[in-house]
């Protein structure tokens, strides 16, 4: 690619990444749980590309209001604040970070192996994810979440599949144009295939496997704050209707769109 074209990506990029960061204190203030004597599952995040870490401050704001039991993880994978493009197209990085991911799940689980752990991961944080997934051993994650997935979809996510217990649920949409569309033109995908993105349209194969749920964006949903775009499934009315009962304990199979 040109010089001048990784410049034109950059710029347009950065110019739609959200703001509203967490500080570094005020994170540690809300890494620690709000009933943890009673805390029966934990949710690790891999947020997307530039650190900003609002899925991570979206559902840990939703968990307190709740009051639910779920302890909230943050993985910083980042190569740091405002780095887009470095997150973006160093995929050998995401996928390191996501062994990271796997080895601290582990000790998690070794820590409190009665508590459900689910891993949930935006855009970029999605390849982190599922090199998480990937490395880890068949029943040690109950669920994982993928919400508009920086991953081609015809990336293979069987083996991903069979580390999970209950399924890995995708959250996409085909009105995802500019992150998912224009840079994917630009720059191809995280995992390096010139194609569309499975956070657009889902992961083409295998469409019918028992433990893949896919979810496209459906207009009713902009009543719950998702206009289809890309960070439209981590809005809070949304996560609460659609996410966060996918990480209660009791939480039955969702029959969500394929």
């Not at 599922?130 to 996510?157: F, K, W």
């Not at 902009?222 to 939480?251: D, I, K, W």
Request: glycine share 6%.
């Amino acid at each position: 690619m040109c010089r001048w074209q990784r410049s034109l990506t950059w710029i347009a990029l950065a110019s739609l990444a959200p703001t509203g960061c967490v500080s570094v204190e005020s994170r540690r203030c809300e890494l620690m749980s709000p009933h943890p004597a009673n805390i029966t599952s934990a949710v690790f995040i891999a947020d997307g590309a530039g650190n900003y870490q609002l899925l991570s401050k979206a559902l840990r704001n939703l968990v307190q209001q709740e009051g639910k039991p779920i302890d909230v993880v943050t993985h910083e994978w980042s190569h740091g604040k405002h780095r887009i493009l470095a997150d973006y197209l160093h995929h050998a990085h995401a996928r390191d970070q996501g062994k990271k991911l796997a080895e601290r799940v582990r000790e998690y689980r070794a820590l409190y192996p009665d508590r459900d752990v689910h891993l949930i991961g935006h855009s970029a944080g999605a390849v982190v994810v599922v090199a998480a997934l990937e490395e880890l051993e068949p029943g040690v994650v109950d669920r994982a979440v993928l919400l508009a997935p920086a991953l081609s979809a015809e990336y293979d996510v069987q083996p991903a599949l069979a580390s999970v217990k209950q399924g890995v649920h995708v959250f996409c949409s085909p009105y995802d144009y500019v992150i998912l569309g224009f840079a994917t033109a630009m720059l191809g995908t995280p995992d390096h295939r010139w194609t569309a993105m499975a956070g657009r349209m889902g992961f083409r194969e295998p469409r019918q496997h028992p433990k893949l749920f896919q979810r496209l964006w459906r207009p009713v949903d902009v009543t719950l704050g998702n206009n289809g775009g890309h960070f439209g499934a981590y809005q809070p009315e949304y996560l609460r209707t659609h996410v966060l009962p996918l990480f209660e304990p009791s939480a039955a199979f969702q029959s969500l769109t394929r």
